[in-house]
């Protein structure tokens, strides 16, 4: 067994949906996933050595949704728009330099 990770690192985007209660997916979750996926791939940062995109449940994080985690730095991030989505890709999935303007207070929970 290999003793190195398949991808550098591994984004993770809560689409986490709740009937009548507060949940990523209504925070526009859904749409940055999309924003953030087309980001890697144009990067060239995509696949093996690279980065991974994939979506999620509940990361029981949802007082500071829309949230998304990086692994295996282990870092959330809350965010609003593109814009932040961008700057996640480029200085942290990119060049390993976390955003903490962006990163979510370890008290956040659900």
Request: overall charge negative; some cysteine.
């Amino acid at each position: 067994m290999s003793s190195t990770s398949y991808y550098q690192r591994h984004i993770f985007f809560c689409l986490n949906q709740r009937e009548g209660e507060n949940a990523c997916l209504q925070h526009d979750a859904q749409a940055a996933f999309d924003h953030c996926k087309q980001r890697v791939k144009a990067e060239k940062l995509a696949g093996k050595g690279g980065v991974r995109v994939n979506k999620a449940g509940c990361l029981d994080r949802c007082a500071g949704g829309p949230v998304a985690v990086v692994y295996p730095d282990a870092v959330w991030y809350s965010f609003v728009d593109n814009s932040d989505i961008d700057e996640i890709v480029e200085r942290h999935l990119k060049h390993g330099e976390v955003v903490e303007r962006l990163v979510l207070d370890d008290s956040v929970g659900r």
